[in-house]
Each structure stands twice: as C-alpha cells, then as structure tokens.
C-alpha cells in the first residue's frame, strides 16, 4: 500500500485488529478503550478517554500521520464519533470507506431504501413522526401514520426494536414495549426472529465478494441489553443447519447491491438474520469487524494482506492442513462487581490451557495460533455487572468440541475470579 511498516489502529476495541496487522507484517500502534495486556509483541498500546476526534490522543498520534506515510485501520466504534472519519481522511492512509460511505452505511433509512429499489427483501423502519408534507415525500419507508403501512413487500410489522443510530455491540438495543416512537438519534427497526449472522466482505475494483459467514452470539444480560454482542463462531454451517449454497448467494447479492450503493470500499462486513431461508440484513459495519480474525485462524490466510493492505515485515504463512475446521469466541460479561486482583498473572495463569505453539521459546506470541483467552485486563481492573472481563476460545474439529472447549474454559475462569 506504500513504504510505511507503520499502521495506526483506532476503535472501542484493537486487540483483534491489531493481530490481524500482525500477521499482514504491520508495525502495530494501537489506541482504544481498554489497552488490553494481550497484544502483538512489540506493539505501541495506548489507552483512549473517548472516540472523539478532538481529543488529545488525535494530537498525541499525528506524528505518525500522512508526514511519515503511516495507515490507518479503524475498528467498532470509529464511525460514530463525529468528525473522526473526516479527521482521518485529512492526516493517514486510510484502509478503508470514506466519509461519505461511512454516512450512507450508518445510514438505515439510505441502504434500505437502495435494498427495495433493487428489488430485495429488507425490514422496515421508522424514525420520529414527522410533520405531514414530509410524510408525503417519504412514503416508502419512514415516519408513516401507521406501523403496518411502514413493512415493505406487504409484511405486517408484529414487533420493532429500538436502535440508536450510533449504537455499537448491540449497546441500549431493546424492544419497544408500548405504542412510543423513537426520539431524535434513534430509529425502529422491524423485529426478525432467526439465526443471527455476521458477513465478512472485501470490495475492490474487481467487486465485491464474501469471504464467508459466521455464527454471531448475543448475551442478554438483562431487558436494557437484549441483544449484547458475545461473540462469534466461525464457519456458520458447522455451528448451525443452514442451506450453504442458497445463503451464499444471497450473502453475495446483498453484498453487492449494499457496496455500490454506499460506496463501500476495502474490508467491511453486515449484520444479518437467517429464516426460512432467507437472509435479512440488521446493521452495515464499514470496516474490520471482530469476526475476521475468525476466518485468518480458521483458513491461515491474512485478510490484509488479501486487500493488499501489507507492512513491510515478513510473515511466514501457515500450513492449510495445520488449521482447525471451526473456532468460537465467546466474550465474558461480568454478573456481579468485582476487582481483578493485584498480583493476577494471566500469562501463568492460562499457560496449561494454551496450545504449546501459542508461544515460542522466547515467550512471544505465535502469530497464527489460538489462544485460550484473549482481551485481557490490567491486574487490578475493577468491573461492575454487564461489563466485559475477557474473551474465551475453543477451537477442533467439530461445533461440539468448541462449546465443550469454551464452556469448560469459563467454568476454570469463573472459579479463579474474586466472587466479589
């Protein structure tokens, strides 16, 4: 992409992102919200206040802006903040959608509307009642008189949730439990029983095309967060009974029609529910998202270095046949408060749970092995119900042997932690 082996990586959450840049030869200075102690060795960590773009990590990380030729992958969390990607855009060498596709794809009312003139199925939503002669100028699929004249293709709306039009993780989601409509910032969404999915996507000039489908898991940790983001499992069809052939095809179509009609370029993915055999997309993600390092450990392949995003170290490739057929990731939600104690050591701690190849002789990470837990907190975090403590592994052969792996995993950790 140019002569720089330096990428800068900004989001709520890098630790992911950054072992994906690891593995395309990057140089890693990561910023986020956590500053996790498991990152590529050597990597530059750094704690983020907020998202904002006025603040003074934006200042503290120009040095290594477009002057010094560095790139710039943003993860979950970058395209809410007002103002960043523009920020971005000005001083890096973005790996990804610009402003303008960021605006379209974070836009619901935009894509779905861009989905019906394509002639595709879509959900339907709503936002705040609007004054009458703006009703008539938006008679496909915003604020309507009635909730049943708001469902596309003659579908009757039976449920809506309740969405912020910045919302990540599945943060404040919930359904709508009285005849109310949204307030300014937040919109309705038709409500879509099924499998919930995530599609991982890379757009070129060559097109767009799906790299594959994983499982996404939710945790309802209570009725102010019924669809919490908990992870993913990777592939899909050997987590779940699902028509591969017919679920890839739609996968692509959808895929392509929402890249054209957004803009979208690089690495991104969308959010989708599967029923009866076919597939309703939930929320357009317009770059890296946490499932694709799933698909890197699965196959032994760098998504980065796929889209030509690669840094100037070498990285030697594993060996196909050394992967595993199916991984999980599951992410643990803290029930009650508690402190990590003081003198806690997850290095030692978990050194019987990895992989012998998850470290080398000198103690660093393998690039391309599968840890036993990941996202790791500081000794001496505190946490309070609802709040993520780390990320639990399983990978083998079968569906089966990664719940068995990942439930295990959390019972030894859940023994370990302070019960209070």
């Not at 379209?104 to 609007?130: C, M, N, T």
């Not at 054209?260 to 993915?269: H, I, R, V």
């Not at 000794?379 to 403590?389: L, M, N, Q, S, V």
């Amino acid at each position: 992409m140019n002569d720089s082996g330096e990428i800068v990586i900004w989001g709520a959450s890098t630790r992911a992102a950054s072992w994906s840049a690891a593995r395309a030869g990057w140089n890693i200075h990561a910023w986020d919200l956590f500053a996790d102690c498991d990152f590529p060795d050597g990597s530059s960590v750094h704690k983020l206040d907020d998202l904002a773009c006025n603040s003074l990590q934006c200042r503290l990380a120009l040095p290594l802006s477009a002057e010094s030729k560095a790139c710039f992958l943003p993860t979950g969390g970058w395209e809410n903040a007002a103002g960043l990607p523009e920020w971005t855009a000005d001083h890096f060498h973005l790996c990804g959608c610009n402003a303008e596709a960021i605006a379209r794809s974070r836009d619901p009312f935009f894509w779905a509307e861009a989905l019906g003139r394509a002639g595709l199925p879509r959900l339907a939503v709503r936002k705040a009642r609007q004054d009458k002669n703006e009703q008539k100028n938006n008679q496909d699929i915003r604020g309507m008189k009635n909730e049943r004249e708001q469902a596309p293709a003659n579908r009757s709306v039976e449920r809506w949730i309740r969405k912020s039009l910045h919302s990540i993780g599945g943060l404040g989601v919930r359904f709508v439990m009285d005849d109310s409509w949204p307030e300014a910032g937040f919109y309705d969404q038709q409500f879509q029983s099924g499998l919930s999915c995530s599609a991982l996507c890379f757009t070129n000039a060559d097109g767009t095309r799906v790299a594959g489908t994983s499982l996404q898991l939710t945790n309802n940790t209570g009725p102010e967060h019924p669809f919490l983001y908990a992870g993913n499992a990777w592939p899909l069809h050997q987590f779940a009974e699902v028509d591969s052939t017919v679920l890839s095809a739609q996968a692509s179509l959808y895929a392509e029609r929402l890249a054209e009609a957004c803009g979208l370029t690089g690495l991104w993915g969308f959010d989708c529910i599967w029923q009866d055999s076919q597939l309703w997309v939930i929320e357009i993600n317009p770059r890296y998202t946490a499932a694709m390092e799933l698909f890197e450990l699965c196959s032994g392949r760098s998504l980065l270095r796929d889209a030509c995003w690669c840094g100037t170290n070498t990285v030697e490739l594993p060996a196909v046949d050394s992967r595993p057929a199916c991984v999980l990731k599951m992410i643990l939600y803290a029930e009650h408060s508690f402190v990590l104690p003081a003198d806690w050591d997850w290095k030692n701690w978990t050194q019987s749970l990895e992989s012998e190849q998850h470290q080398n002789h000198a103690g660093q990470f393998d690039l391309w092995s599968i840890p036993a837990f990941s996202d790791l907190p500081h000794p001496g975090t505190a946490f309070h119900p609802g709040e993520p403590i780390c990320t639990i592994w399983g990978a083998g052969e079968s569906a089966a042997k990664c719940r068995k792996i990942v439930q295990q995993r959390r019972s030894q950790l859940c023994g370990e932690l302070p019960a209070s």
